[in-house]
């Protein structure tokens, strides 16, 4: 389970420290992809393999399903962490979600979000947490 949230920067050439409680459960290798909310999503080799078996199961004759997978599929990309303990995002990857030199990484469960740090700090604004959990509570999520 990946919590927890870290503030690094991205290097002249793309590259990024990964944190060590994080690289401890991602390993040498993992997937980075693009994710929702202008963010990037990173999945250990394990979380992306059943990412693909459930994407396998769904009907290709669905447009929104078909969409959805081009969108994180297409986009998605092997990194490996170097000596350094640093992973080279791919530009592609980085212009998607506006990073260019402040990052945030948390840990979500079951996966990683890479942000810039403008884009965390407009979206994460908890004026509106306690409706947010109300709203889960009707889903059956209570803490």
């Not at 459930?54 to 969409?67: D, H, I, L, P, V």
Request: hydrophobic content about 45%; charged content about 30%; some cysteine.
């Amino acid at each position: 389970m990946f919590m927890g949230e870290y503030n690094h920067t991205v290097d002249a050439k793309g590259r990024l420290i990964v944190p060590s409680k994080f690289r401890e459960s991602l390993g040498d290798e993992f997937v980075v992809t693009k994710g929702l909310d202008g963010c990037l999503f990173v999945y250990s080799s394990k979380e992306w393999e059943a990412m693909e078996a459930k994407f396998g199961e769904m009907s290709q004759f669905s447009k929104e399903a078909r969409k959805f997978a081009r969108f994180f599929f297409a986009g998605a990309a092997n990194c490996e962490v170097d000596k350094q303990g640093r992973v080279l995002l791919p530009a592609v990857l980085r212009e998607f979600a506006g990073i260019e030199k402040d990052v945030v990484l948390a840990g979500v469960v079951n996966h990683i979000e890479i942000w810039s740090k403008e884009k965390w700090q407009e979206t994460n604004e908890y004026d509106d947490v306690e409706e947010i959990a109300e709203h889960m509570a009707s889903m059956g999520l209570t803490i």
